[in-house]
């Protein structure tokens, strides 16, 4: 995105690292070559992939814009489920699913949809599920209409606020830290990680209906719910 | 029996677990009823809207749920309705008291409840308005079976004429 932001530069050159074959996944910088005091902001991606890796069987809820398309770009998965529309409702898919399986869900949330549903913290709070975890890419903007500035809000504090174990990752580093911590907390965990905005050429598959079919059967093997037993009453005619 | 037997009756034959709701004194009766017992579990949402992603993503992980809300609360679901339910196929069910017609007190209520059945069918939203406790539990447990089978979402509003409106004349 904007050049001019000095630390969405940092960025770039985090992944331009990673291109090189330098070791650093998470992007916080090996050598601090330009400002060695100030700490190299998170590289959305370079964490995204660090959420793939520490959590591999994660159902992943994408937020609609950026956060799908970094996934999508890293890895098109059956465990992924990408809004396109929904605005502001990744984190309560998110508790949905959550509250229907066991293993590990994962929302990847971005600060002005967060900002739209604030209110669905306290619900995740009164639920509690120990198997949600909830990432906010805090970029500053709305990054799919065109960058315009988000309020600006602690959501660690709001969602601490709201009874939730928070946390606000600055670096690659504290990110990976932040997020084991987050899927390891005995309840729901949301850590906001500060990013500079990114413009990924990635797009997640545009028919709905089949990521929703996909990710479903992908959780359930295709077994559970709804259509068994009560499709076979359903043909029966019951006993309306 | 009662409408909330019928309604009750009909979401534990179709296997509706997860019940999402808001407070809502018309459906009072309805929620303490499920926010006690099996197999039903209920959560308190903190808007409408919500409870689409929330059910949605329930019914995802193999669970099966119910939304309860005013018609006034309906009115923050459209964009879900419309932009997640729809397009994903994924099932929605929900039961509303309908507010806005035969006994409404208040002009707040009037413009959406009165017109919500009209709204849900201009963006393709299948919905019955209910007003007699007879075909209560029919209607329920027939809407829940067409939604979960076409991936199609159904809204079933309920009248005051069959809840029982306030009384604040
Ligand atoms: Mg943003």
Redesign the interface.
């Known amino acids: 995105m904007s050049s001019e932001d000095p630390s969405d530069e940092a960025g770039e050159a985090d992944r331009a690292d990673e291109g090189n074959g330098v070791d650093d996944p998470i992007g916080n910088g090996g050598e601090a070559d330009e400002g060695a005091d100030i700490p190299r902001r998170a590289d959305q991606i370079a964490c995204t992939e660090r959420v793939l890796g520490t959590t591999p069987e994660a159902a992943i809820i994408a937020n609609l814009g950026v956060a799908s398309y970094a996934l999508a770009g890293i890895e098109d998965r059956p465990r992924n489920f990408y809004c396109w529309g929904a605005m502001g409702l990744a984190t309560s898919i998110g508790l949905g699913v959550a509250l229907a399986i066991d293993d590990p869900v994962t929302v990847l949330e971005g600060d002005g949809s967060m900002c739209m549903s604030l209110g669905a913290l306290s619900t995740v709070a009164a639920c509690d599920p120990p198997n949600l975890a909830i990432v906010v890419w805090e970029n500053g903007v709305y990054g799919t209409t065109g960058g315009q500035p988000v309020a600006t809000v602690d959501i660690a504090g709001a969602a601490r606020a709201c009874g939730l174990a928070a946390t606000t990752a600055e670096t690659g580093a504290e990110f990976e830290t932040g997020y084991a911590e987050a899927v390891a907390h005995e309840g729901a965990a949301l850590v906001v990680c500060r990013v500079p905005p990114i413009d990924p050429d990635a797009r997640p598959p545009l028919d709905s209906a089949h990521v929703a079919r996909r990710f479903r059967d992908a959780l359930t093997d295709g077994t559970e719910g709804a259509e068994g037993t009560v499709r076979g009453e359903w043909r029966d005619g019951g006993d309306q | 029996m009662t409408w909330i037997d019928g309604v009750v009756s009909a979401l534990q034959?179709?296997?509706v677990r997860?019940v999402a709701y808001l407070p809502d004194s018309a459906l009072s009766g309805l929620i303490e009823r499920v926010e006690s017992n099996e197999p039903f579990?209920a959560?308190?949402?903190?808007?409408e809207?919500?409870?689409?992603?929330?059910?949605?993503?329930?019914?995802?992980?193999?669970?099966?749920?119910v939304l309860l809300c005013q018609s006034s609360g309906l009115a923050t679901t459209i964009?879900?309705l419309?932009?997640?339910s729809k397009?994903?196929?994924?099932?929605f069910l929900a039961v509303v008291s309908r507010r806005g017609d035969l006994g409404e007190f208040n002009d707040a209520q009037v413009p959406f409840g009165y017109a919500v059945g009209d709204v849900l069918d201009d963006i393709g939203i299948r919905n019955r308005r209910l007003d007699v406790p007879e075909t209560v539990e029919?209607d329920v447990?027939?809407a829940a079976?067409s939604a979960?089978?076409t991936?199609e979402p159904y809204v079933l509003l309920l009248d005051a004429t069959l809840t029982g409106a306030k009384d604040e004349f």
């Open positions: 034959r179709n296997d997860r579990e959560v308190s949402l903190a808007r809207e919500h409870g689409v992603g929330l059910l949605s993503g329930a019914y995802l992980g193999g669970e099966r749920g964009n879900a419309s932009s997640l397009p994903t196929r994924i099932p029919r447990d027939l079976k979960f089978s991936g």
